[in-house]
């Protein structure tokens, strides 16, 4: 397969995969552009085997088999033909998506969160990582002038804040699965469940958020005849992801510090990419129970609006 034709295939996948993250990625030159698109194709991939039907097992031997891939790029797969194309372009960090798949093999053991730095490594995993491979595609302002490491701290932290913003989004969507990104510590502090019922997590959600009107039934009654749950719970819950969005925001804050540092169609593609997860966080934290009923997404006509907007250096 020529190079040529593994860039547009990749492109399609993150066009039909992707679309958040497409709004920006196209506003970069062809070939950064291509770049960027084998990186995310690689992720949909790795992803996709993490979210999918297999045996944990299959899974597990399906992850490491993307790590020696990783190492020598066979050339029968589009996405890695590609992929290798790109890192000898632009040197992209090697251990940056190896990092991608070691995140994905903690959704697959089943890891659990008891704290928000435990979740955070997880984010620097799953999405810093991307974060650190996109800064080796985009151009800089000043590449002489640029504190490289700091560069990398700054598109690590928009990495977490669009992984949190991720991982609100789709509370609901994650608990049938069986998977609770919810520091267990927080869920204690909001009274959604009591120590020792750490693996009961993901239920406890399902209930809350499957909840038509959120109307206290029998289940949510104790041995007294008191809701215990309810709509008290919902609302508990809703304060909790209001409290989680006020951390991905400062985590933001901090990485759009990352923009001036690159030229000017890498910062509008950064601008837009975080310009459309921004919002979407914000409308998150601005109605949470509503976003537990439903997912909260943006139309096409505002994404291209952030993306439009983005060019002039604002940040939708």
Known sequence: MSTEEAYRQCEAITRRTAANFYYGIRLLPRERRGAM??????????????????????????????????????????????????????????????????????????????????????????????????????????????????????????????????????????AERGRVYLPAEDLRRFGLIVAGDEYDAASTIMRLTHRPGARVGQDDMDAGGRADGGEAKVQQLGMLVRFQAGRAQKWFERGIALAPMLDKRSAACLLAMTGIYNRLLKRIAADPERALRERVALGMHEKTWVAARSMLGGSG
Do not use: W
């Not at 903690?106 to 974060?131: H, K, N, P, T, W």
């Not at 700054?154 to 991982?167: K, P, R, S």
């Open 37 to 174: 698109c084998a990186v995310y194709a690689f992720a949909r991939h790795v992803d996709d085997i993490g979210d999918g039907q297999l045996a944990r097992e299959e899974k597990l031997r399906r992850l490491d088999a993307q790590a020696r891939a990783l190492a020598a790029f066979p050339q029968a797969d589009p996405v890695m033909v590609a992929l290798a194309d790109a890192y000898e372009r632009f040197a992209v960090p090697p251990d940056a998506l190896e990092a991608l798949i070691e995140g994905v093999r903690m959704d697959v053991q089943g890891v659990a969160y008891e704290s928000f730095d435990d979740l955070v490594l997880y984010c620097r995993r799953v999405a810093g990582a991307i974060g650190r491979a996109c800064l080796a595609i985009f151009a800089l302002r000043d590449p002489a002038g640029t504190d490289l490491m700091q560069a990398g701290r700054l598109a690590d932290d928009l990495g977490v804040a669009l992984q949190l913003t991720n991982i609100l989004r789709d509370v609901r969507e994650d």
